[in-house]
């Protein structure tokens, strides 16, 4: 059985869908771990699954990821009908691919800019030029009303400079955007992954220590987060559906009714709450992989106590 904690936390998770509508992606960065596979959600099919969750559901949120995005001629159609519904919408981007004219309500967005330190860490990662495109499309999202974060990976050779980073963005667009820092993957992790097994470069991108890491997760704004709770459904560009961005083993395909997926969601949940409550977090839905950073959380738990 849920505590009442994680029962409160569940309850607003099933408010917010996360939908990957495809893999590909305009960038070839260096230390990306994902495959970049063919299938791309049709716009109608994201819409028939929205449809049926809000018969069952109430849903306040949708936070879409790739892949790239932006790089769908019908995105911004694809947003325009959310937010008309008066769901607020998230989107995690790259920042190279501008759409934003096309997109009717910007208030009811929120973009998540990925951008790895300062221009040099970044443009060594995701090519020259690109950190320049990023921050001029936020200069004019931000112009145009559209809300802003930053999402960054952290690497032993950048993170020294994260003070400096914010610096720059505080200068660029005159304000500084919530930034959420997320430690590069371990090596533990892409070595074990079950369905991508990317390693991806070291030269300039060294792997942090565990120490690093907890440091990192004590004194930022991490992700995923210290006391997790990040699950939630999670629509993949082939039709499965997981318990989390990062899930491997799927609760169910689009196929599955949502009372269905969710009920299977909360299945996940129970297992955790039977083998792995050690850590006092919100809970997972695959506690036996869980994003690779288990260990770390551990031992903040210890320094916590």
């Keep these: 059985m ?14 917010h869908l996360y939908i990957n509508p495809l893999e590909r992606c305009n960038l070839k960065c ?12 049709p716009m109608e099919t994201i819409v028939a699954f929205v449809d049926a969750y809000q018969k069952v559901q109430l849903l306040t949120t949708i936070t879409f990821c790739g892949g790239e995005v932006f790089a769908l001629e019908y995105f911004p159609s694809l947003v325009n009908t959310m937010t008309h519904r008066g769901i607020f919408v998230q989107v995690i981007t790259n920042g190279t691919i501008d759409q934003l004219d096309k997109i009717t309500h910007p208030n009811n ?19 020259a030029g690109n950190f320049r495109k ?9 112009r145009l009303g559209f809300h802003l974060d930053v999402f960054s990976i952290v690497h032993k050779n950048n ?26 993957k371990p090596p533990t992790y892409l070595n074990a992954h079950p369905i991508s097994n990317i390693f991806g470069e070291t030269r300039e991108f ?11 997760m004590k004194t930022r704004n991490v992700f995923p987060p210290k006391d997790l709770g990040c699950y939630q459904i999670a629509v993949a560009s082939d039709g ?15 196929h599955n009714t949502p009372n269905e997926l969710i009920e299977a969601l909360r299945a996940r949940l129970d297992v955790w709450s039977q083998t792995d409550m050690t850590i006092g977090c919100l809970g ?15 031992e903040l738990a210890k320094i916590d106590s």
């Design 2 to 15: 849920l505590s009442q904690r994680v029962e409160d936390h569940l309850k607003l998770v099933l408010q």
């Design 30 to 41: 260096k230390i990306c771990y994902t495959r970049k596979t063919s299938p791309i959600l």
């Design 109 to 127: 967005v929120n973009l998540i800019v990925s951008l790895d330190g300062i221009e040099s860490h970044h443009d060594a990662n995701r090519g």
């Design 134 to 142: 990023s921050i001029s499309f936020m200069q004019k999202a931000h």
């Design 159 to 184: 993170l020294g400079s994260l003070d400096q980073f914010e610096s720059l963005l505080q200068k660029e667009l005159g304000f500084l955007p919530t930034v959420t820092y997320h430690p590069r």
């Design 206 to 216: 060294d792997f942090l220590t565990k120490q690093e890491i907890i440091e990192l």
């Design 240 to 254: 499965k559906v997981y318990g989390c961005c990062e899930g491997t083993l799927p609760l169910g395909t689009l």
């Design 284 to 298: 997972c839905s695959q506690h036996e992989f869980m994003c690779g950073i288990k260990e770390y959380l551990v």
